[in-house]
């Protein structure tokens, strides 16, 4: 590398990192966004909350899903309706059984539930146009709109959760608090993603980081703001909201759907929040590499609009980014090395209240240039999936569109 482009790509790199570190909404700062931090108001007012699994072949977690839903302790009216997604290994029957027991070992049924208060609900076919979680739950809401209409008593949130993650006790408790106090249409929590194998520990805190990077949380709340986003595995909605939008059928077809129903909400005006959590935490584990790389693949190119010139341009951000810094450490030149040094300590340095949030040593901050590289790859792997026709590969669906 000769000496000017070596200078020109450290003053690059040195100035993606102060924009970053000082400018970009301070996303590193975990702790600004932490709801556990948050003391819970006394709330007079508990609206009527509808809860929303879609649910496809969650056997291994169903249970525990289950479970903690029926043991939230909100004071107010609130019911749990899973929807099947054409499930072929017993998922609904598990669903069935667990809250049964959960019901037969405490008689609270206005909090917790009969029939009506747990009902789960079969997909019909998934049809053209929709990705298959939307799918599910807008069938959940369907269902719900339905009953209101015959019987009364329309829900005021609906509270979206994934079939895989296990809730504390609490937590409807505080998002309907913050919602209620902050006057919010959208609230959400990224919950705590497993991070106990080799692969989670390298590359799981980084998909935190790289995603709040993508959606800072203080901009996500700011209505002067474009910046819209979402956590889709702990959300919550208001009625309202969703009906002003015209219901999910406004994202049928979104891969992100979290955060494009994020964006829906608050270009119609809507207020918005985004928070994370170790309270509630996610069931799912990855073994390995390839488990984590096809979760990052299923959506990496959609973020990019299915474009080759924006899948250019990122490869060559990432590298400007994450890798240069590195390789600039072992130049001759002065200035370079010195760039180069302060992008590095910036990089570690904002990458490391991540680690702790995750309780890892403060040594893994240093392979965010090698994670980086391997998301990366996950990224032009995605998009050749795309140009395959094979883009958007979740649970034996291909869900992205073809390509043109």
């Not at 909100?74 to 069935?96: C, K, L, W």
């Not at 190119?301 to 010139?309: H, V």
Request: with cysteine; proline share 5%.
């Amino acid at each position: 590398m000769s000496g000017s482009v070596g200078l020109g790509v450290a003053v690059l790199s040195a100035g993606i990192w102060v924009y970053l570190v000082f400018f970009r909404g301070a996303f590193w700062r975990l702790s600004d966004f932490d709801d556990d931090r948050r003391a819970i108001s006394a709330e007079q007012k508990f609206p009527r909350v509808c809860a929303i699994v879609p649910a496809r072949n969650e056997a291994a977690t169903i249970a525990a899903t289950v479970t903690s839903l029926m043991q939230q302790d909100y004071p107010g009216e609130f019911s749990v309706a899973v929807v099947d997604d054409h499930s072929n290994d017993g998922t609904s029957q598990i669903a069935r059984e667990t809250s049964a027991r959960a019901t037969s070992t405490d008689g609270d049924v206005n909090a917790r539930g009969d029939g009506n208060r747990f009902p789960i609900y079969f997909a019909e076919a998934l049809q053209t146009g929709w990705t298959g979680k939307l799918w599910a739950l807008n069938e959940g809401v369907r269902h719900v709109w339905a009953e209101a209409e015959q019987r009364g008593g329309a829900v005021e949130f609906f509270w979206f959760t994934d079939a895989d993650i296990q809730h504390a006790p609490d937590t409807l408790r505080r998002l309907v608090a913050r919602a209620e106090s902050d006057r919010l249409d959208m609230a959400s929590l990224m919950v705590l993603l497993r991070a106990r194998t080799p692969p989670e520990k390298l590359l799981i805190p980084a998909f935190v980081y790289f995603f709040l990077q993508l959606y800072p949380p203080r901009w996500i709340a700011d209505p002067k703001t474009r910046t819209a986003g979402a956590a889709g595995g702990c959300l919550l909605i208001r009625d309202s909201a969703l009906r002003r939008i015209g219901g999910l059928t406004a994202v049928r077809g979104e891969l992100i759907d979290d955060c494009m129903l994020a964006r829906a909400v608050k270009r119609a005006g809507g207020r918005l929040w985004m928070g994370v959590t170790r309270s509630s935490a996610s069931l799912r584990d990855y073994t390995g590499f390839a488990e984590i790389r096809d979760v990052i693949a299923r959506t990496a190119f959609t973020q990019l609009r299915y474009s080759a010139p924006l899948l250019f341009l990122t490869i060559v951000a990432l590298f400007l980014t994450y890798l240069a810094p590195v390789a600039l450490l072992f130049t001759g030149a002065n200035v370079p090395r010195t760039l180069s040094i302060i992008a590095c300590v910036l990089m570690a340095a904002s990458f490391l209240p991540t680690i702790r949030y995750y309780c890892l040593s403060p040594a893994w901050a240093l392979l965010l240039p090698a994670v980086a590289a391997f998301y990366a790859y996950a990224t032009l792997l995605s998009a050749v999936r795309f140009w395959l026709g094979r883009g958007g590969q979740w649970k034996g669906r291909a869900q992205a569109p073809p390509c043109a």
